[in-house]
T-cell receptor, first 115, second 113 residues
Framework: AQSVTQLDSHVSVSEGTPVLLRCNYS??????LFWYVQHPNKGLQLLLK??????LVKGINGFEAEFKKSETSFHLTKPSAHMSDAAEYFC?????????????FGQGTTLQVKP | DVKVTQSSRYLVKRTGEKVFLECVQD?????MFWYRQDPGLGLRLIYF???????EKGDIPEGYSVSREKKERFSLILESASTNQTSMYLC????????????FGQGTRLTVV
């Protein structure tokens, strides 16, 4: 069975400093992994996804994530935080039921960006 | 612009009522999902459907049922609402496959009193 664990429920950074949101996954096969973002009172939006091509994946708004099979990790990073990055972030693995991409969510990490 | 539309943003219902949450997508997607979002728990899958009239239970189906009579519409039904079903409900749709992006609706915040 597939699962994800987000290692921090809350991360606080200052504007202009790097962001690191940590995610470990468990999968019995080569997984598809995603990061979604949810801004307050907004729907979920895809930031980026890994599908066994390049291990370093670039997403929208300057975010990127690195797939590390040996560490079963898929951490999300950004070199310089912006106030608009404050949101909740979800690490997601694609589970299977036949050919259905059933998404399994982590518990979420709330990112706070201080001025 | 792709769209998943949930019929209500906010709902208040009484304990024991039968509640219908409606979701419509305009992307001709085969897959549709209902999730429940609670603080600290992330999103948990209630039910999903991979074709018209086809459905499968997710991780927390108890107290819920679903209906998919048309490809674009997926309904979540609370047969007899209880206070522990107070939550944010999110609908999503996607194309078949393991690496396809899911598109989400804005969510329905349901309060059962």
């Amino acid at each position: 069975a597939q699962s994800v664990t987000q290692l921090d429920s809350h991360v606080s950074v200052s504007e202009g400093t790097p962001v690191l949101l940590r995610c470990n996954y468990s999968s019995s096969y080569s997984p598809s992994l995603f990061w979604y973002v949810q801004h307050p009172n907004k729907g979920l939006q895809l930031l980026l996804k890994y599908t066994s091509a390049a291990t370093l994946v670039k997403g929208i708004n300057g975010f990127e994530a690195e797939f590390k099979k040996s560490e079963t990790s898929f951490h999300l990073t950004k070199p310089s935080a912006h106030m608009s990055d404050a949101a909740e972030y979800f690490c997601v693995v694609s589970g299977t039921s036949g050919n259905t991409g059933k998404l399994i969510f982590g518990q979420g990490t709330t990112l706070q960006v201080k001025p | 612009d792709v769209k998943v539309t949930q019929s209500s943003r906010y709902l208040v219902k009484r304990t024991g009522e039968k509640v219908f949450l409606e979701c419509v997508q305009d992307m001709d997607h085969e897959n549709m999902f209902w999730y429940r979002q609670d603080p600290g728990l992330g999103l948990r899958l209630i039910y999903f459907s991979y074709d018209v009239k086809m459905k499968e239970k997710g991780d927390i189906p108890e107290g819920y049922s679903v209906s998919r009579e048309k490809k674009e519409r997926f309904s979540l039904i609370l047969e007899s609402a209880s206070t522990n079903q107070t939550s944010m409900y999110l609908c999503a749709s996607s194309s078949p496959g393991l690496s396809t992006e899911a598109f989400f609706g804005q969510g329905t915040r349901l309060t059962v009193v």
